[in-house]
């Protein structure tokens, strides 16, 4: 392993192990710093203020889901914390005082946070020349192109999915390119609008046709059979997408609507300019569930 590989290695581990420990000591920094400056000015009630403000803002800063937002809420959260300050001591250089080192300790949160995400986006940026340097037109390129797109998966969502060995009943019957669920705090149906704690993937290096759309329905019968999951999200991740005109995309709608057990199947096609969308945004400070989104949206 050469220097460059040894850096990447390391901050990659210092992101993956490192960033939720780090932010959660700055975290109950913040929390103790704005207790005692809240005291300071005469609040009795500082822990209930610190929870209606703060607390909640700052833990979405765990994942990295869309930035700018998350950014935005803790900023607007910090203006409403100096107005309260202010309401207390009624003398802007007292109110400066008070708030100075609850601004100071929120800066250095986010400056963490921004390190970590400009980690995660180099990471993705990566993934990604990896999926379109990837071969194509040989069955034999068909691993490289899927290795390609699970790593790009496995950091576009990081801290929002995380990528597990399926059930072993699932193992047992199917045979899943990748296998995710989703963590604590990933609002499925608000970012997507389908509700789904499981997300499956199968690749294709080619243009699929509708024996891969059956392919990935079937993986949603199984999961359906069992009572500790509820149907998943399926990604069919293709090089290509089909022509306008493909019968797949009829069949897509048609399984997408006939309900089965009081359940929708839901299986979306994603070519790489879709993956190429969700990096754009990513990279942007966007949410990149927003793809899924409109796709959802298409089938309507």
Same mark, same amino acid.
């Given at each position: 392993?050469?220097?460059?590989?040894?850096?990447?290695?390391?901050?990659?581990?210092?992101i993956?192990?490192?960033?939720?420990?780090? $932010?959660?000591?700055r975290?109950?920094? $913040?929390?103790n710093?704005?207790?005692?400056?809240?005291?300071?000015?005469?609040?009795?009630?500082?822990?209930?203020?610190?929870?209606?403000?703060?607390?909640?803002?700052?833990?979405? $800063?765990?994942?990295?889901?869309?930035?700018? @937002?998350?950014?935005?809420?803790?900023?607007?959260?910090?203006?409403?914390?100096?107005?309260?300050?202010? @309401?207390?001591?009624?003398?802007?250089?007292?109110?400066?005082?008070a708030?100075?080192p609850?601004?100071?300790?929120?800066?250095?949160?986010?400056?963490c946070?921004s390190?970590?995400c400009?980690?995660?986006?180099?990471?993705v940026?990566?993934?990604f020349?990896?999926i379109?340097?990837?071969?194509?037109g @040989?069955?034999?390129?068909?691993?490289?192109?899927?290795?390609?797109v699970?790593?790009?998966?496995d950091n576009?969502?990081?801290?929002?999915?995380?990528?597990?060995?399926?059930?072993?009943?699932?193992?047992?019957m199917?045979?899943?390119?990748?296998?995710?669920?989703?963590?604590?705090?990933?609002?499925?149906?608000?970012?997507?609008?389908?509700?789904f704690?499981r997300?499956?993937?199968?690749?294709?290096?080619?243009?699929?046709?509708t024996?891969?759309?059956?392919q990935?329905?079937?993986?949603?019968?199984?999961?359906?059979d069992?009572?500790a999951?509820?149907?998943?999200?399926?990604?069919?991740?293709?090089?290509?997408?089909?022509?306008?005109?493909?019968?797949?995309?009829?069949?897509?709608? @048609?399984?997408?609507?006939?309900?089965?057990?009081?359940?929708?199947?839901?299986?979306?096609?994603?070519?790489?300019?879709?993956?190429?969308?969700?990096?754009?945004?990513?990279?942007?400070?966007?949410?990149?569930? $927003?793809?899924i989104?409109?796709?959802?949206?298409?089938l309507?």
């Amino acid at each position: 392993m050469d220097v460059a590989d040894q850096y990447l290695d390391s901050v990659e581990q210092t992101i993956d192990e490192e960033y939720p420990n780090d $932010l959660c000591v700055r975290e109950n920094k $913040l929390k103790n710093i704005f207790q005692d400056s809240l005291v300071k000015v005469g609040c009795s009630t500082a822990r209930q203020h610190y929870q209606r403000l703060l607390k909640e803002h700052v833990t979405g $800063l765990r994942n990295f889901a869309n930035p700018n @937002r998350s950014i935005e809420k803790l900023e607007n959260s910090l203006t409403e914390v100096e107005e309260l300050i202010q @309401r207390f001591t009624l003398d802007a250089e007292t109110t400066k005082s008070a708030f100075k080192p609850i601004h100071e300790c929120i800066e250095d949160i986010l400056r963490c946070f921004s390190l970590a995400c400009s980690t995660v986006n180099g990471r993705v940026k990566d993934a990604f020349e990896k999926i379109e340097q990837s071969g194509h037109g @040989r069955m034999e390129y068909g691993k490289e192109f899927e290795q390609a797109v699970i790593g790009f998966l496995d950091n576009l969502f990081f801290h929002e999915m995380i990528r597990k060995r399926p059930p072993k009943w699932a193992n047992r019957m199917i045979d899943l390119d990748a296998y995710y669920e989703t963590l604590e705090g990933f609002d499925a149906v608000a970012r997507t609008g389908f509700n789904f704690k499981r997300l499956v993937v199968e690749c294709k290096n080619k243009v699929p046709s509708t024996n891969d759309l059956m392919q990935c329905f079937k993986y949603t019968l199984y999961f359906q059979d069992t009572a500790a999951s509820k149907v998943p999200l399926a990604l069919l991740v293709s090089r290509f997408a089909p022509g306008k005109n493909s019968p797949i995309w009829e069949l897509l709608k @048609r399984i997408f609507h006939r309900r089965i057990e009081n359940e929708s199947r839901l299986i979306l096609i994603v070519d790489i300019e879709d993956l190429r969308a969700m990096r754009d945004t990513k990279l942007k400070g966007g949410d990149v569930a $927003l793809t899924i989104k409109q796709k959802i949206t298409a089938l309507g």
